[in-house]
């Protein structure tokens, strides 16, 4: 791809990119849903997800959507616990949750410190809790939270590439070194940590994409993690629009999400998961899209790798 040189990177042309955010209630997390996934012990339980209301993350990347259900200021403190509470109101029982909170968890702008109590105190029943957080936010707020947990805490961190031009691009404002010294700190401390991975960042071709996811996954597996999950990279956050439309980014094929999630599986390293969302927008062909999303849901649960996908649209 023919990157342009003179295209500046930063958090104002980002910013600038973006369209309207959307109406949200500080009162009400912005979502929830129960998906099945494979646990560490290698049983296939319901995971429950809450997408939780908060403030915008500070790290403008290059590639996130996720602004788009935030809010400017922070929110009072007891409105996560309020946000918590009903949703698990609404969910079936589950064994597993995920706080999501469009940023990371250990921010205090987003996540008050003066509500982890109140928190842990609605999750006493679960047997993991899954956070997310940027690499730089590890620090002691994360010990102070896993102390009043009765489940155990697991906390998910974007690697997105070990390719250092693409990773400085991406304005994560962060290095490979602070991802893996992120890890060290959580393994020294007992915490379980699992990786994002980006599937065809900008200014990568599709060969390009797919080498660099696996590098990264073995970069990620080597610095500790016990779980990686493999994001394919689209539009629709106004700054990737605008490079797709310069020909800086195209959206990974679904054939590609497919030869990552069965390289990372064969490494036996931990477990690898691919993200399942909205495959249509990967796939050109509709004779076989529904089935390659099951299959990869498949590999997901099982953590084998599954019949491949007999089509014409096979390369």
Not at 99 to 121: C, H, Q, T, V
Not at 275 to 303: G, H, P, Y
Request: aromatic residues 8%; hydrophobic residues 40%.
């Amino acid at each position: 791809m023919n990157e342009d040189p003179d295209l500046l990177i930063n958090d104002q042309w980002i910013v600038s990119m973006r369209g309207n955010k959307n109406t949200v209630d500080p009162q009400r997390p912005y979502g929830w849903l129960v998906e099945k996934e494979r646990t560490i012990s290698g049983k296939i339980e319901d995971t429950g997800i809450i997408f939780l209301t908060n403030r915008e993350c500070p790290f403008h990347c290059l590639m996130c959507d996720l602004w788009k259900n935030t809010t400017d200021e922070s929110v009072a403190v007891g409105s996560i616990p309020k946000q918590i509470e009903w949703a698990l109101e609404q969910m079936p029982d589950v064994k597993h949750l995920k706080l999501y909170n469009s940023g990371s968890f250990f921010d205090s702008r987003a996540i008050p410190e003066d509500d982890y109590k109140g928190i842990a105190s609605l999750l006493k029943d679960f047997e993991t809790i899954i956070v997310e957080s940027h690499p730089r936010m590890i620090n002691k707020k994360c010990l102070n939270f896993r102390d009043m947990l009765k489940p155990e805490l697991n906390i998910a961190l974007g690697l997105e590439t070990v390719h250092p031009d693409i990773l400085r691009k991406l304005n994560k404002q962060m290095t490979v070194d602070d991802f893996r010294n992120s890890v060290s700190f959580l393994t020294k401390h007992n915490i379980r940590s699992r990786a994002f991975i980006l599937l065809r960042p900008p200014m990568l071709s599709e060969s390009e994409g797919i080498r660099w996811a696996e590098r990264s996954i073995d970069f990620a597996f080597d610095a500790g993690v016990e779980c990686c999950t493999i994001i394919p990279v689209r539009a629709g956050n106004g700054a990737m629009d605008f490079l797709m439309e310069k020909g800086d980014f195209n959206p990974p094929d679904i054939h590609s999400l497919e030869k990552i999630l069965e390289y990372g599986i064969g490494l036996r390293a931990g477990r690898v998961f691919a993200d399942v969302w909205d495959l249509a927008l990967f796939s050109n062909c509709k004779k076989c899209i529904d089935q390659r999303t099951d299959r990869l849901i498949e590999m997901n649960l099982s953590q084998k790798i599954a019949a491949v996908v007999d089509c014409e649209c096979n390369k």
